[in-house]
C-alpha cells in the first residue's frame, strides 16, 4: 500500500508517494555526492600542488575556494539545474554554506594533522589523510544547505 503525500508535488503537478520522494531525494544526494566527489579532487589535488607554495593550512584554505567554485559550477547545473535563477543570489549563499562548510574542513584537516594523528602515532602521509576526512565531513550539511538554501 503506497501512502499519497500531496505537498510532494512534481513540476507537472503530479503528486508523489512518499517511497518515490525518498527514491528521488536519495538519488539526487548520489548525485550530489559524486558531483561533490569530482569537486573534492580539484580541492584535494590543488592542495597538493598549494603545499608545494605554501604552508599546509594556507594550502588547505586555498584549495578549498578553488574546489568551491568547481562544486558551485556542478552542483548548479548539474544536481540542482538552477540556471535559470539569480545567480548573484546564488553565489552569495552558496558562500554562506561553504563558509560553514570550510570551517568544518579547516578545523578537522588542522586537528588531525597536529593533535589527532600525532596523537595516535600515525605518521603515513598525515597531511593527506587530515585533508582527505575534512573534505568530506561537510557532505551532508552542504546537502541541506545547498537543495534549500542556495539553488531553492
Known amino acids: ?5 500531496h505537498p510532494l508535488a512534481t513540476t507537472g503537478g503530479d503528486t ?3 517511497s518515490q520522494r525518498i527514491k528521488s531525494i536519495a538519488a539526487e544526494f548520489f548525485r550530489f555526492l559524486l558531483t561533490g566527489s569530482v569537486a573534492a579532487i580539484v580541492n584535494l589535488g590543488s592542495r597538493w600542488i598549494f603545499s608545494f607554495l605554501m604552508p599546509f593550512e594556507a594550502a588547505v ?11 558551485f559550477l556542478l552542483f548548479q547545473k548539474i544536481i540542482f539545474k538552477a540556471g535559470s535563477g539569480d545567480v548573484k543570489k546564488q553565489i552569495r549563499r552558496f558562500l554562506l554554506v561553504h563558509v560553514v562548510g570550510l570551517t568544518q574542513v579547516y578545523f578537522i584537516s588542522w586537528g588531525l594533522a597536529d593533535f589527532g594523528f600525532p596523537a595516535i602515532g600515525w605518521t603515513w ?12 565531513t561537510p557532505a551532508f550539511s552542504s546537502y541541506i544547505g ?3 538554501y542556495t539553488f531553492k
Open 61 to 71: 584554505i586555498l584549495a578549498y575556494l578553488v574546489g568551491m567554485v568547481a562544486a
Open 1 to 5: 500500500m503506497e501512502i499519497e503525500i
Open 16 to 18: 508523489l508517494t512518499l
Open 146 to 148: 545547498h537543495k534549500y
Open 125 to 136: 602521509h598525515t597531511e593527506d589523510l587530515a585533508h582527505f576526512i575534512g573534505v568530506a
